[in-house]
């Protein structure tokens, strides 16, 4: 069976991108398809805790991470290089990964789909 990494560098506030990649994963492991997310960059935004978006920043994204686990998604990832600064939680839902762990990660899948 195929593997599929979903790799979110985009904010969640500042367009659709991490909605339709989040609606994708959940897509393909509703069809029993592998699925595993990394997060870089601004996509990091999402895994933080205590988040409060406002109207005009749209939907609470981040809590459809906590509907993974009835569709199987169990991989989330980040590079440990990328934690953010004391003070902002992240989910303990994601997995941090060193430099050399984040590189080996990212040429395990067949496909992979950047947002």
Known sequence: MSKTLIHITSSPYTGLAV?????????????????????????????????????????????????????????????????PKVGIEITSLASTLSELEWKDMLTRYQHTFRF
């Open 19 to 83: 909605k339709e990649a989040l609606d994708l994963a959940m897509v393909l492991a509703t069809f029993e398809q592998d699925v595993d997310l990394a997060f870089s960059g601004a996509g990091i935004a999402l895994l933080h805790q205590k988040q409060a978006p406002d109207e005009s920043q749209g939907k609470a994204l981040y809590k459809m991470l906590a509907s993974f686990e009835f569709y199987d998604i169990n991989n989330l990832y980040l590079p440990e290089s990328q934690l």
